[in-house]
């Protein structure tokens, strides 16, 4: 069964793609004081942040709002699968989730040659991305 595609939270916007090879936990790799990724010490603020999935607690719904209330905040979340936490976070903060299940690997060939993407997500299926850019 194919399923591609879903727009969890919608928006448009732009930004740098940063493809993690890793999933992550918003209360132990995000720093929600100074807006940075915890390690690469890479600033999140204008990002599109690709991961494969999210760890960890409740609490990391929290630190996505508080990153997005601080303006702080990546631009959009990419992710091969969602959870709760990492969908109330983003839902809250206003930050768009996009789902990508079996096109992950597709998305992440694509951001990876673009030194800057727009996109434009709308809920529950519509994307659309221009890369700006080649690094």
Known sequence: MHQGIRVLVGGNG??????LGRPISP????DQDRGVLRGE????RDKI??????????????????????GLSPSAIFVEKADLMLVSGCALG?????????????????????????FSARVPDLLEITCGGTP
């Open 14 to 19: 732009a930004g740098m793609p940063v493809i």
């Open 27 to 30: 209360l132990g790799d995000l």
């Open 41 to 44: 010490r890479l600033e999140l």
């Open 94 to 118: 206003g930050i768009p989730l996009i789902e990508l299940r079996d096109e992950y690997d597709n998305m992440r060939n694509r951001l990876s040659v673009c030194q800057r993407a727009f």
């Open 49 to 70: 942040l690709m991961f494969p999935y999210a760890v960890g607690s409740s609490v990391g719904s929290y630190v996505l709002y508080s990153l997005a209330a601080k």
